[in-house]
């Protein structure tokens, strides 16, 4: 039997009576002397839900939660494929990309081979579902050039070919965005480095190879950081997931797999992949974004509010300001400048959906004054490059007044 | 790339700098100053561990916490045989069956058809965690006799044949033991009512049909608890599970997998079956235990203890006595009798892993007294039948004294 | 030495480089090599935040969250005043109101009486907190007229006073409002029933009886929730905590105190006085709404969105709507009429903060056919009478197409 | 109306009909056309219990867990001291000191001054629920001494008194331990920095000062952990709490109390107090344990288990040996030795509560070997020193069999 997993509760009078009995055996009698039958307990545990992954959109752009990285049993996966549209509708997510590796066939003894195949079932799941499932596929080659992702083909099959510059070439004959999958990833190391090779500068050039994994499921490659920057790559995090999305994300609360933000004009596969060659895309992982200051800064800024924008600090009295974030991420901030004089929290940190207190204080020192613009804070995890934070300025005016205590 | 699931964080000194990164950004640098390199983040959550689900031992038998009724994709379940293992690993079970449809194969456009290969995949995995996979498969037919399990089977293939009764037969021949799934199953039903069929008498006489699903997924039958008792079958609780398990169960705190307690003589695979003929099971679903008195009681009285034996109640003053559980069940407690003139508390929650307190008074009506054995409850979440809670004396002497206030 | 608890973490490069010590002793010597002191271990639990409860605002109307009815030290509590508001502004409460008792003072060996001084303290860290703290007492008397809370005081000291009937004056002299607390208390009930006396009818054709509590703690009264409606009483919902607030809720997730929903012409104490004598309020108990349905209707209608509006089923394939809840009450629904031969889930629970599938087929017999307003569900825990919940049409067209597939 | 917060659910027939209702309105209607008096919602959440601490017993010693300084009303704390007792026993704390503030009573205006009081209310409460309160004070003075604590006094009144070496000697002739207050408290630096004052070395040798905080709340003094071991002072970890204890704790799951893990003969004030001056005391502090290498040792081999004593590595494939930790303390594991030409994980977390996996590989240099006492962890949150860690050999003998595979 497969018992459809849903949140409807199917119930007629004799499945009431025994919820009630779930919880409390002695009742039982008195409500059967009422009503006589009673042949099962309701299903009372709602299992099957999407929850919301929280970071603002930003002008002109709608912030889309996507993973271009994701394996199935039709590959080294294991699960089937619509699992992993399932799971990505209860995450939140609004995209995934199917990227089964073309050469790596570990289950080919019990699956019979079909580069497409996955991507049928994934989207079928994605249509009742409301979920865009990209269509992709995994080279997966020794370096250079190293495993390549090619999302929206057309079909799989053409990229089976013993040379990979065919393959690539197949994928980008039909208009398929190309990204250089974990290149630090451990196995492909040069001599314990992370290494771009001139295969990698052909393809750039070509325009076949446009984007890179800053993040790959919870690596962070400094140094893929600062390619993306350097040769205007799209910079992506994805999960690379293999097992169910359980067993190696979500065991804590809080605990999201990576995620690409990309900033699109609407919520369409089309509009993706726009914003993918346009490099409007932002790494989400863990707790940290990573991307370009023109994406992080108003990301951060409509995320908080502020309970007023001006302040008046009396004398050595303490004043609570109160900053609320509304979206997921906790921003973790570290002072860079405050009002001469003036005391701020050498550190913050604004827990996302929290409303938490900046407590600011002027000393004996301080003047009358009006000060706008004096507070200023690193935004540690909130990184515009490999060794730099965002520094956010808080649109607080502090009124100092030297009052008599 | 395949990411191995682990809790051993690889890391050399580079690695652990980058921990530092993780959490604040701008103790980078002074860190960089003195170490110089540093390639990725490193793994910081663990999650990959077992749990412990905690039901206490009984006298003579070790508690083995068992799930006889699972599918993955070689029938129609969603993921590959080495989840299963590594899921029932991580929840704390001792053993599971692997139990595919012989006739039912919806994934047989994509998949390679063997029966055996499903057992094959999940018991190498559960011999590497020390998880036991019983081989089983599911007799999957229309009512009579409906779907039924056969487990301990030494090859599936045989069980693929055009009457049912040979099936059962083939299975029965090699020394399987065969129980009845989902008898309640909604689809199956006969007019709306659960039935019980003269084949399944048969079976039964002829020692073919061993046992009853009382519980599968959600559901209780007392239908299937009343003939489990009534026919002497073993009673089981399994899940019946296809999607990943944290799809079904474990999106709350608590929420665990329909389980099969079995007291068994030792923790083999031979035990267990020898445990099944003997009829020595407990269905544990939610939040209550379903069985036979012989079990339930040592149970519940082995997971509770008290603070003291004997009590002395001074007057009108109340006396807290205090009651831990050391198991997972919130034992629910009615009040069935109390001391005479006395009053204790109608109901009580025994949380799982916690203490609590019992409250006695004495009223004005009471005598100088020595009581003991006249605190009973019935514990509601503890069924020895359809409709009748275990009823429970607390091992506590109650002495009463009049003393002037 | 009294620790500040405060998310500012106070800290120079030392701390800094402790808090790495706390994950990793390890790193500690390869800091410490570059930067030699080190004094403590850095604050790195954040523990003082502010939490939000998300219930909508409605036309014309900010939705206050409040809870009236508050003990400290200062009669039987047991806390000092501060923390009420400390407490309330941590689970996003707008207003409190404390409310000792004036004839109740089991403390008076240890503190010096003074019936304006708890509020005098609270309203102090209400005002750093941006907390509205409402100054009040409770006139505690045997029944009729059992305890009730005059809130909006000038002087609490003018309450206490021998006869019970010149307390309510003296309270209605200063322009309070005045309630009646807890009138099914079981120590207060007339003969185990809940009673209404004819002193009660006094005191509200005098206006000097206000409103009422329909909650109190977790108890909730029916009989008090009819008066309220037949005789123009505004409900509430309040905790009389005594105890630290965390002994009482907050022990499991989702576990809110008691709160009185005021809707308000602006956050402001005078404005929530004028909602008070307009009984615009809303008890919101566990998650339960019971009020008048001018504003039930809108928070639920506000609470929930679809992902669309029109909808086409065709055939027998189920259509899956999502229907997310940004309100953290999970509405239970109850099927009250489907489109004519079509299946919708008979119950549904819109999760709070989540997004839920309803499942729309529609069967043989269905018709080619638009229908609007046919899809109703009664939402079972939001109450407009003690036997009336609220019945919600849901804003779907369905589009029956008998096409052929 | 003070409601009792209980975890009895006092309840009749007509709470239990309206249980019901809470969770289904519908039904309602169905069983009062049964029962017909219903009165009011049951309380059907559990707010009062003990949770459990685990740390393991060592030989010939309970393991008792302790605060031994603690704030009320009484002097700058902000509860009740009864909540105090309430708080500890809901924590699974054995024994709590109650240590106000002699000369600091910032609350006078509201109470009335009595050293003794705040001890004779929390001990009323400790009675009822079995839990040990210690009769405190705190003799708070600038520095040199600083704030020392006198527990296990008989009268606090005499310790006020103009000299602080005239209070020190009125609770050493009361038979009391003494100990200092945290000594890195920024208030009492002398230069920025950790000072011991010759006033310190002249108490102890007059043997009026027995002990160090060597945690105070979440800071931990290297100095003092120092200083307790050089100068033979007995370390403590105590929460020196003025709020709620929720305000400052379990704002997180596993977030508790710096405790002074006592190891006495037995369970009683006695014992506590004979352990203390026999130094027998470790420091738990978030996650870690600070104290004598005799204590440490024990608790850490007494909270893990393994699935096997013996593990034979057969040629490359990895060896998954289980570990079991029934603490509460996650012990974080760095790699100090392995066996010859065998890998095992440079860093293990074994999760308090969890079994994780130990994954052994011999390579190829390995030879037919059986090596016993090779597998070595430094336990890097047990701390032995300010600066040095645990080392514990894992009692695992691996065999290495070069097998063909």
């Known amino acids: 039997m497969e018992i459809k997993s849903s949140l409807v509760l199917e119930s007629g009078e004799s499945n009431f009576i025994l919820l009630v009995m779930i919880k409390n055996k002695f009742f039982l009698g008195l409500v059967l002397a009422c009503t006589m039958t009673a ?11 999407r929850s919301v992954v929280n970071v603002p959109d930003i002008a002109g752009y709608v912030t889309l939660k996507c993973d271009f990285h994701i394996h199935t049993v039709f590959s080294d996966g294991k699960v089937w494929p619509t699992v992993r549209s399932e799971e990505a509708w209860r995450e939140g ?5 199917i990227t089964e590796h073309i050469e790596y066939q570990p289950h080919k003894t019990d699956m019979i081979k079909n580069h497409n195949r996955s991507y049928e079932l994934a989207s079928g799941t994605g249509d009742d579902l409301n979920l865009m499932v990209v269509h992709g596929s995994e080279i997966t080659r020794d370096m250079p050039p190293g495993h390549l992702n090619a999302i929206f083909l057309t079909n ?4 089976e070919t013993p040379k990979w510059q065919d393959a690539v070439t197949a ?5 398929a965005f190309v990204f250089w999958n974990h290149p630090g990833w451990d196995r492909q190391l040069s001599n314990g480095v992370v290494a771009w090779y001139s295969e990698h500068t052909e393809l750039v050039n070509q325009g076949k190879l446009n984007g890179i994994e800053v993040v790959n499921a919870r690596d962070y490659y400094p140094e893929a950081h600062r390619w993306a920057i350097e040769k205007k790559l799209t910079m992506f995090s994805n999960s690379d997931i293999h097992e169910p999305i359980g067993h190696d994300y979500h065991t804590r609360q809080g605990d999201h797999r990576p995620l690409t933000l990309v900033f699109a004009k609407e919520r369409s596969q089309a509009a993706i992949k726009e ?11 863990a707790n940290r974004l990573i991307g370009d200051e023109q994406f992080l800064r108003p990301i951060f ?4 509010k502020f309970d007023r924008l001006s302040v ?3 004398g050595k009295k303490a004043v609570l300001v109160q900053i609320s974030n509304s979206s997921d991420i906790d921003y973790e901030l570290d002072l860079a400048n405050a009002p001469e004089s003036c005391d701020a929290p050498q550190k913050m940190v604004l827990l996302g959906g929290k409303t938490v207190l900046l407590e600011l204080k002027c000393g004996a020192k301080a003047k009358n004054s009006v000060v706008a613009g004096a507070l200023k804070y690193r935004v540690t995890n909130l990184l515009i490059g490999p060794d730099e934070a965002l520094v956010a300025t808080l649109p607080i005016q502090v009124n100092v007044t030297l009052a008599a205590e």
């Open 39 to 49: 042949s099962s307990f309701a299903h009372d545990v709602i299992t099957r839900y």
């Open 93 to 97: 997510l609004d995209a995934i990309a």
């Open 156 to 159: 799989s099959t053409s990229l």
């Open 171 to 175: 994928a980008h004959d039909q208009g």
């Open 275 to 285: 914003a993918l060659f346009a490099r409007r895309t932002v790494v989400y992982s």
């Open 301 to 304: 800024e409509k995320s908080i």
């Open 312 to 314: 008046t600090v009396k």
